[in-house]
């Protein structure tokens, strides 16, 4: 089964009390950090690479390991809940990994936390930061301070299956809203065995909602007066319109999570889904026949989400273990890595010099690249969990359930003040 490699996760107060501490998880063994002879640096490597692109990352990590001899890189791989829920208690007690793997959205939650070394001084000297993505770099800072370098850069395309649209009579994609909604409910039918003209999920997932939102003008958070947009007309209206859809017309199944979408799509039951590139190989490898296209512009604008996972280290790491961990960043962040990694997984690089001559092996990259020139990162700053998975998130499913759109978003909206005053 297809399943998104990354992921916005709920992380309740109440999670992060869970156990501290590496273990062994999706057959690579974690360990506490050692030196295995005099000179040699162990360290241990948290992340949530359990989609399609982890036996590529599994790969790199070993070629490293080999090429480096002085340095060895144990990586722990577990679903991206379990190491929220592991991560935070790990930290605070020692025991947590030399560095990690995380989603951006969730980064200024622990930068303030001060678990994270600043690596400003590391992106001053690096020879690779100079030519990393603008939007990947912006996506690692946190009040000025670098706290990430980049690990993928993913801009969110719309997924349309060839073979529901022939069947509908529908010749190509939709290019903007009124055709994007027709050709959704053109797609859709009811009975024993239904069809969702798209899997839009709500839950567990990159966001799919805050670009509707944004291509009608409207959004979650308007980050430059710290004020919550959702009880602005754009946004009411967005949300209106798309929750029709779903209730009345059943494009959509209702509150249904990325890993959801993700099987409907694959299963040929939903003919698009709004995704990220990690999706390629999952769907390739079921025999979807699959197309991608921008996702259709919006009534004020053409715009998408790029999804950015970036590597933290640990405040508590020694500096030879904070240099050994940029030693690997140099080498993740290296031309010749990017490249392999885009083929094998169609994530974009993380580097703006990589040519299109150099991704020819997998013509999907150049897709999702290009649609990279109309994408911004899903930010919320330090209250991301508090907004987004505890107010928006909530909000969008009991307005799905038939609560009232207007009043749901301006009670959210008055929440998402009371957390942004208070930050």
Do not use: C
Request: proline content about 6%.
């Amino acid at each position: 089964m297809q399943v998104r490699t990354r992921r916005t996760l709920r992380a309740s107060a109440a999670l992060l009390a869970g156990a501290a501490g590496a273990a062994t998880v999706g057959g690579l063994a974690s360990a506490s950090p050692k030196a295995a002879s005099s000179g040699h640096i162990t360290l241990t490597y948290w992340n949530g690479f359990t989609g399609p692109d982890g036996p590529t990352v599994k790969a790199l990590v070993s070629q490293f390991n080999k090429t480096h001899p002085n340095i060895t890189i144990n990586m722990s791989i577990m679903p991206w809940d379990t190491f929220y829920t592991k991560l935070l208690p790990a930290l605070a007690s020692g025991s947590g990994p030399d560095f990690v793997a995380m989603d951006t959205q969730q980064l200024p939650q622990y930068a303030n936390k001060g678990v994270f070394v600043s690596l400003n001084s590391y992106f001053q000297k690096s020879p690779n930061t100079a030519v990393l993505a603008p939007g990947a770099v912006s996506a690692t800072k946190v009040n000025g301070t670098q706290y990430g370098v980049a690990v993928n850069y993913a801009p969110l395309m719309m997924y349309w299956n060839k073979t529901l649209f022939a069947n509908a009579h529908i010749a190509a994609p939709p290019k903007n809203w009124p055709q994007w909604m027709a050709d959704a409910v053109k797609l859709s039918h009811g009975g024993k065995s239904p069809q969702y003209g798209i899997a839009l999920a709500d839950n567990n997932t990159v966001p799919m909602w805050p670009i509707l939102l944004w291509e009608n003008g409207g959004g979650i958070v308007n980050s430059s007066i710290s004020k919550g947009m959702l009880s602005s007309a754009q946004s009411v209206s967005a949300v209106q319109q798309w929750s029709n859809l779903i209730i009345k017309n059943g494009i959509a199944p209702k509150n249904i999570s990325g890993a959801d979408a993700d099987s409907l799509f694959q299963a040929q039951k939903a003919a698009m889904e709004i995704n990220g590139p990690w999706a390629t190989t999952g769907y390739t490898q079921a025999k979807v026949n699959y197309g991608l296209a921008p996702v259709p512009s919006g009534p004020a604008r053409t715009l998408t989400l790029t999804d950015v996972t970036s590597m933290s280290i640990n405040a508590k790491d020694s500096p030879a273990k904070i240099a050994a961990a940029e030693t690997f960043f140099n080498y993740w962040n290296s031309k010749a890595t990017q490249i392999t990694y885009a083929v094998k997984t169609g994530f974009v690089p993380t580097r703006t010099d990589v040519t299109a001559t150099e991704l020819k092996a997998n013509p999907d990259v150049a897709l999702f690249e290009a649609a990279g020139h109309d994408a911004v990162p899903y930010q919320l700053g330090s209250q991301f969990t508090n907004i987004d998975t505890d107010t928006w998130t909530p909000a969008i499913e009991k307005i799905l359930d038939g609560a009232s759109v207007k009043s749901t978003l301006a009670t959210a909206n008055q929440q998402i003040n009371t957390y942004l005053a208070s930050k």
